[in-house]
T-cell receptor, first 118, second 114 residues
Framework: AQSVTQLGSHVSVSEGALVLLRCNYS??????LFWYVQYPNQGLQLLLK??????LVKGINGFEAEFKKSETSFHLTKPSAHMSDAAEYFC????????????????FGQGTILTVHP | KAGVTQTPRYLIKTRGQQVTLSCSPI?????VSWYQQTPGQGLQFLFE???????NKGNFPGRFSGRQFSNSRSEMNVSTLELGDSALYLC?????????????FGPGTRLTVT
């Protein structure tokens, strides 16, 4: 089984400030981890993913995340926020191997709404 | 390459009716997954189809069903609609539905049940 907890349903930052969105997971087998972004009235867009290899992964729009197994975390960061980053962000997990129960089944956190102030 | 398309984008139905939503995956993608998004429950997995076969299913009642056609297009059906079925329904496609693959999401169908 797997679950995702996103700490903070709302995060507010000033333009140019550091963005930090927190994600912790639990998983019965090694997980694959994803961050998605959702703009109003749109679907989800992948920012980045961790499957294997380097634990620091870089994504689109200047975002990056670090997989920390010991802390069961996959926090999303961006050094300098832009107004265009305002959106809802979702952390998601999928089991890396669990037979048929992995097919297509992303488990999402509750989401974090990021507000960026001028 | 065209993205995932979903039709219709908006739908209003009455309790007790049934509804069918359509999803066309990215060309070449053979796996289609469906998700329900509500303010209270968040994003929840409904089911996944590959080569016209349902391979995985979430914890939803039997009123929720789906199918996939030979061209990988997929439909989901909800029968005997309840107020709680009001949600944004998202479909996502990937090449083979493997765990490490990115799922590409459509814009969703907003279903309102009155």
């Amino acid at each position: 089984a797997q679950s995702v907890t996103q700490l903070g349903s709302h995060v507010s930052v000033s333009e140019g400030a550091l963005v930090l969105l927190r994600c912790n997971y639990s998983s019965s087998v090694p997980p694959y981890l994803f961050w998605y972004v959702q703009y109003p009235n749109q679907g989800l867009q992948l920012l980045l993913k961790y499957t294997t290899g380097a634990t620091l992964v870089k994504g689109i729009n200047g975002f990056e995340a670090e997989f920390k197994k010991s802390e069961t975390s996959f926090h999303l960061t961006k050094p300098s926020a832009h107004m265009s980053d305002a959106a809802e962000y979702f952390c998601a997990v999928i089991l890396s191997y669990a037979g048929g129960t992995s097919y297509g089944k992303l488990t999402f956190g509750q989401g974090t709404i990021l507000t960026v102030h001028p | 390459k065209a993205g995932v398309t979903q039709t219709p984008r908006y739908l209003i139905k009455t309790r007790g009716q049934q509804v069918t939503l359509s999803c066309s995956p990215i060309s070449g993608h053979r796996s289609v997954s469906w998700y329900q998004q509500t303010p209270g429950q968040g994003l929840q997995f409904l089911f996944e189809y590959f080569s016209e076969t349902q391979r995985n299913k979430g914890n939803f009642p039997g009123r929720f069903s789906g199918r996939q056609f030979s061209n990988s297009r997929s439909e989901m059906n909800v029968s005997t609609l309840e107020l709680g079925d009001s949600a944004l329904y998202l479909c996502a496609s990937s090449l083979y539905g493997r765990a490490a693959e990115e799922q590409y999401f459509g814009p969703g169908t907003r279903l309102t049940v009155t």
